[in-house]
């Protein structure tokens, strides 16, 4: 009997068994290995977020208006959520030790626009009350992200801490975590007790006492609708006068200065 050609080809090939197909590349934190070093998976993470931020930089310097926002607004934020995701998996599986560290510290510090930069900056007050280092991420606390979240992490680290500075900063954090979320009584007891216990406590070049003092005068005495407080100065003349000499008329301030 002869066969035609598309029926032998259908036989030889039943005769073979079917290629594999070729295994694809797993996703990086798919490929995690019980027995990798979390200090090596952590440097990784940052060094492939280092390249592809490079990558969006550049793009970004080459876009037009719209592009940049579309860059600075989304793009970004995702970018930073991405790979933040990835080292608050790891750190979560390493609580307390110098990579949850490291990791929590990048994802406060670094990871621009992440959403979950405000739980991580949460667990670092939770996890490393005790740390004299905590004292450094106080003062990002101050700076943001606000929630009530962050207020109880901060109220406990003050009880806890062993370290006047850190209580200090954290009392200053605590202080502008509830003046950002709109609760003055809460500020002004906070910010007071910084200027009554914690004034010796150094923040950037300075002390906090100093800082307290001017957070609770702008509070109390320059709010709109308020009585401004009477200044003395030279005018452009060089002569003296004093702002309560104006009072009643519409006065414009301009208080300007070189550094």
């Given at each position: 009997?002869?066969?035609?050609?598309?029926?032998?080809?259908?036989?030889?090939?039943?005769?073979?068994?079917?290629?594999?197909?070729?295994?694809?590349?797993?996703?990086?934190?798919?490929?995690?290995q019980a027995d990798d070093d979390p200090a090596d998976l952590l440097e990784d993470i940052m060094d492939e977020y280092q390249e592809a931020n490079t990558e969006l930089g550049q793009k970004f310097r080459s876009a037009?208006?719209?592009?940049?926002?579309?860059?600075?607004?989304?793009?970004?934020?995702?970018?930073?959520?991405?790979?933040?995701?990835?080292?608050?998996?790891?750190?979560?599986?390493?609580?307390?030790?110098?990579?949850?560290?490291?990791?929590?510290?990048?994802?406060?510090?670094?990871?621009?626009?992440?959403?979950?930069?405000?739980?991580?900056?949460?667990?670092?007050?939770?996890?490393?009350?005790?740390?004299?280092?905590?004292?450094?991420?106080?003062?990002?606390?101050?700076?943001?992200?606000?929630?009530?979240?962050?207020?109880?992490?901060?109220?406990?680290?003050?009880?806890?801490?062993?370290?006047?500075?850190?209580?200090?900063?954290?009392?200053?954090?605590?202080?502008?975590?509830?003046?950002?979320?709109?609760?003055?009584?809460?500020?002004?007891?906070?910010?007071?007790?910084?200027?009554?216990?914690?004034?010796?406590?150094?923040?950037?070049?300075?002390?906090?006492?100093?800082?307290?003092?001017?957070?609770?005068?702008?509070?109390?005495?320059?709010?709109?609708?308020?009585?401004?407080?009477?200044?003395?100065?030279?005018?452009?003349?060089?002569?003296?006068?004093?702002?309560?000499?104006?009072?009643?008329?519409?006065?414009?301030?301009?208080?300007?200065?070189?550094?």
């Amino acid at each position: 009997m002869v066969l035609s050609s598309s029926l032998l080809l259908t036989v030889s090939l039943a005769a073979y068994p079917a290629p594999m197909e070729p295994a694809l590349p797993c996703p990086a934190p798919a490929c995690v290995q019980a027995d990798d070093d979390p200090a090596d998976l952590l440097e990784d993470i940052m060094d492939e977020y280092q390249e592809a931020n490079t990558e969006l930089g550049q793009k970004f310097r080459s876009a037009d208006e719209a592009e940049r926002k579309q860059i600075l607004e989304v793009e970004l934020p995702k970018l930073s959520e991405a790979y933040a995701q990835r080292v608050l998996k790891l750190t979560n599986a390493h609580p307390g030790t110098d990579v949850a560290w490291d990791g929590l510290s990048w994802i406060v510090g670094r990871a621009r626009g992440a959403a979950c930069a405000a739980d991580a900056l949460v667990k670092m007050l939770e996890d490393f009350g005790k740390d004299e280092r905590i004292g450094d991420i106080c003062l990002r606390a101050a700076r943001g992200p606000y929630s009530t979240d962050t207020v109880k992490a901060l109220t406990k680290l003050v009880k806890i801490s062993p370290h006047k500075d850190v209580r200090g900063r954290a009392t200053y954090a605590l202080a502008m975590q509830y003046k950002e979320l709109e609760d003055q009584k809460g500020f002004i007891k906070q910010m007071s007790l910084v200027k009554k216990k914690y004034a010796d406590v150094p923040y950037t070049r300075g002390t906090l006492g100093p800082i307290a003092e001017g957070a609770i005068f702008e509070v109390e005495r320059l709010q709109i609708g308020m009585v401004a407080p009477d200044i003395e100065g030279a005018d452009l003349q060089g002569v003296d006068f004093k702002l309560s000499d104006y009072r009643g008329k519409v006065v414009v301030i301009d208080f300007w200065g070189n550094w």
